[in-house]
């Protein structure tokens, strides 16, 4: 599976978007991007996925780039309870499950 | 709907004792996975079922620990013997297997060797 890039660490003001970036340059065309984020002392929560479309659900946005090399994931009301790490993975399809490989990912913090 | 079930929640035992991890997936997934989390190592998968059967351990740090998965909704990690090193909160996940469902995970058993 593709490496992933990504800040340690970013802070947000609650209201506003976060934006969260992730490097995939080495993304095969048949590799999804996906994020998860993992609130304290919780299991990781899946969020959103995508190919090469910009994918929208109820909790995010997930722009990936045209040449599909990065992509942003966006929390458009930033929350409180949106701190957490979030993690963003690249990983191919196949028949049968894949397993996930985790980054260090991105701690993000939002402040009152 | 309930989500996977994992127990216990935490678990502390003297190095050498046998710890036994469990793990009830989301009723009719059929893929199960076992994570293990640290500061150094971060998240790092152990092992993963198909329809019960294990299909890659590579991820098992050594003998000493093992999985199974007797029938779909119940598996098993055992460490034995114990070492202060597998302390860790452990993590189990489930997803259906085909398609390009996300894997849902458990809150953890949150484990501490003495």
């Known amino acids: 599976d593709a490496k992933t890039t990504q800040p340690t660490s970013m802070d947000c003001a609650e209201g506003r978007a976060a934006n969260l970036p992730c490097n995939h340059s080495t993304i095969s065309g048949n590799e999804y991007v996906y994020w998860y984020r993992q609130i304290h002392s919780q299991g990781p929560q899946y969020i959103i996925h995508g190919l090469k479309n910009n994918e929208t659900n109820e909790m995010a946005s997930l722009i990936i780039t045209e040449d599909r090399k990065s992509s942003t994931l966006i929390l458009p009301h930033a929350t409180l309870r949106d701190t957490a790490v979030y993690y963003c993975?690249?990983?191919?399809?196949?028949?049968?499950?894949?397993?996930?490989?985790f980054g260090q990912g991105t701690r993000l913090t939002i402040n009152p | 709907d309930a989500g996977v079930i994992q127990s216990p929640r935490h678990e502390v035992t003297e190095m050498g004792q046998e710890v036994t991890l469990r793990c009830k997936p989301i009723s009719g997934h059929n893929s199960l996975f076992w994570y293990r989390q640290t500061m150094m190592r971060g998240l790092e998968l152990l092992i993963y079922f198909n329809n019960n059967v294990p299909i890659d351990d590579s991820g098992m740090p050594e003998d000493r620990f093992s999985a199974k998965m007797p029938n779909a909704s119940f598996s098993t990690l055992k460490i034995q013997p114990s070492e202060p090193r597998d302390s860790a909160v452990y993590f189990c996940?489930?997803?259906?297997?085909?398609?390009?469902?996300?894997?849902?995970f458990g809150d953890g058993t949150r484990l501490s060797i003495l």
């Open positions: 996940a489930s997803s259906p297997t085909t398609g390009i469902q996300p894997q849902h």
């Open positions: 993975i690249v990983r191919v399809h196949n028949q049968g499950a894949q397993k996930l490989v």
